[in-house]
């Protein structure tokens, strides 16, 4: 049985986090509270994705976050992390769990709720649900759902799902109350001046309503 907590998911961005760098932003996000980090960088290609992912896997050890990678199957593997991130247009849920094998945590974007009801859970463990909200930080995101389309996307996906797209702390709640298991952030935390900081008030909002 995996075990993971999608509750407070910061999605690293190589831009957004260029003034503190991702290592010390995910370090200061863990120690404030983070309980996944991904690596995001559309910039990298798989040697700088492996390189920046094996700092990342040292900054994490020993704190019980856990490290998944967007989209790069070969850097998830050559990092040993614990977990990949894909999207509709990556590559299909079943090729991706033949490459990271059996134990390795596989998250699927899902936009729609027939896309979201289509997800095989013997293949991917958790759904990422979105946009919420519009954001500058995925120029190309589709539409967005607002949280009555996240409480739909939810109910359709056969795994716990994360929520992503223009959330902050105020929007906690209301993650939850759609039956999100968490919030997946990047400007809320990586776009700040003080991230430890930004988390710790994400993650006390969390502790007040998590089921
Ligand atoms: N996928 C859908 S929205 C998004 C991604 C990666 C970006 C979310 O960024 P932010 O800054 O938390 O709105
Ligand atoms: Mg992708």
Excluded: W
């Excluded at 759904?127 to 949280?147: C, E, N, R, S, W």
């Excluded at 009555?148 to 109910?155: E, F, Q, S």
């Excluded at 759609?178 to 988390?199: D, Q």
Aim: charge should be neutral; hydrophobic fraction near 45%.
């Amino acid at each position: 049985m995996k075990r993971f907590d999608l509750s407070l998911y910061l999605v690293l961005d190589s831009d957004l986090c260029a003034a503190i760098g991702m290592i010390e932003t995910a370090r200061l996000a863990v120690a404030g509270g983070a309980t996944m980090v991904q690596l995001r960088d559309k910039h990298a290609g798989t040697p700088r994705m492996i390189e920046t992912g094996r700092a990342l896997k040292q900054a994490l050890a020993g704190t019980g976050a856990l490290l998944i990678v967007n989209d790069d199957v070969e850097a998830a593997v050559a990092i040993g992390a614990d977990g990949l991130h894909i999207g509709q247009e990556d590559m299909d849920a079943r090729t991706a769990r033949t490459m990271i094998g059996p134990d390795m945590i596989l998250g699927l974007s899902v936009e729609t709720a027939p896309l979201a009801s289509a997800v095989d859970p013997a293949l991917v463990d958790y759904t990422g649900v979105g946009p919420v909200f519009a954001t500058p930080t995925k120029a190309d995101h589709k539409q967005p759902i607002g949280f009555d389309g996240l409480a739909r996307l939810v109910k359709a996906s056969p795994v716990p799902s994360v929520a992503i797209g223009g959330l902050k702390a105020e929007h906690v709640a209301e993650v939850f109350t759609a039956g999100a298991r968490g919030l997946a952030v990047v400007s809320a935390i990586c776009g700040t001046a003080h991230p430890e900081a930004a988390t710790r008030r994400i993650a006390a909002e969390i502790r007040k309503v998590r089921p």
